[in-house]
Each structure stands twice: as C-alpha cells, then as structure tokens.
C-alpha cells in the first residue's frame, strides 16, 4: 500500500516537472536541479524506508533545512573548482589564487561532510536500526548518482545558454 502512495506521489510530480521550461539563467538552472534533486530523493527515500505520506513530509522539511546550510558551501566549492578550472587551462589572471581556492574547496568540502554527518543524525534519530541502515545506503548511493546527474543537468544547461547567445548575436548581426 506504502509503495502505491509513493508510485501515485511519483506519478503526480513528474509531469509537472518535465513540463517546466527550460531555464534561462544558471541561476534558474541552478534551482531546477536542486529541486528536481529534492522530488527525486524524497521519493527514493519514502520508497526505501516504506514512509508514508506525513512521515515522507517530515524527512523532507528536515532535509530543506539541511540543504539551505549546504547551498553557500556548495557554492564555494563551484566558485573554486572555477577559478582552478581558468588556473588549469593556462589563465594568468587566476593563477596567484590557485592555492587560496584549492584550500577553499577542501574546506567546504569537510564542512559539507559534517553536514552529512549532521543530517544522517537527524534523521535516523527515530528509525529502528534496520532503517538506519537503509538511509544511510540510499544517502551514500543518492549522492553519487546525483552527483552524475547534476554534471549532466549543467552541461545541458551550458548548452541551452550558448544556443541563446548564439540566437541573440545573430541578432545583433541583423540589427
């Protein structure tokens, strides 16, 4: 019966988030893989755990709170991985900053860590021992497969914004 409210749940929200336009800004982007990361892992999580609706609701507000503290370090870490990217590829502008947003990243890197640790905390703080395992195999085998998605949601993003400038120096060219 649990697994039919999660497959309804699931049925609901996917169309809904296939119908979204594309974003415009990575910002938008940015917010769109969040959110579509946030439908996918509430309804892995209700699926593995064998939650019903209100408890799947609990885990999910307790989870916003846990994503909100790890957005400013998730964009250290990007903000970072792009200074060493521009460093990498041979920019002389960046190269003086190399050592500074490698420790950066490291840093944030240990502070989402803790976080991990924190939320996997608050969230088994209740659940019998066979639970606690679960959530602690879906969170380690979520966040990989999350991680593939987020690198393919971002080159797709890349592509849609270089399509629109493609689009609007045509334009200009007209103009």
């Known amino acids: 019966m649990k697994h039919n409210r999660v497959a309804v749940l699931m049925l609901t929200l996917l169309p809904l988030v296939a119908l979204a336009a ?13 959110r579509r990361m946030r439908t996918a892992r509430i309804i892995g999580l209700a699926e593995e755990l064998e939650l019903d609706s209100a408890q799947a609701l609990k885990l999910d507000e307790t989870m916003r709170k846990f994503d909100e503290r790890r957005r400013p370090l ?13 460093a990498a590829s041979g920019d002389t502008a960046v190269q003086a900053q190399v050592d500074q947003a490698a420790q950066r990243a490291f840093d944030a890197r240990a502070q989402l860590a803790a976080l991990d640790r924190e939320m996997f905390q608050a969230l088994s703080r209740d659940l019998p021992p066979q639970k606690r395992a679960k959530l602690a195999l879906f969170m380690a085998r979520f966040e990989s497969q999350f991680s593939k998605f987020k690198h393919k949601f971002r080159e797709k993003a890349k592509e849609r914004l270089r399509e629109k400038l493609r689009k609007y120096e045509g334009l200009e060219d007209r103009g």
């Not at 998730?74 to 521009?86: G, K, M, T």
């Open 22 to 34: 594309p974003p415009d800004t990575r910002e938008e982007a940015e917010q769109e893989a969040e």
């Open 74 to 86: 998730r964009q250290q870490v990007r903000e970072s991985a792009e200074i060493l990217e521009r």
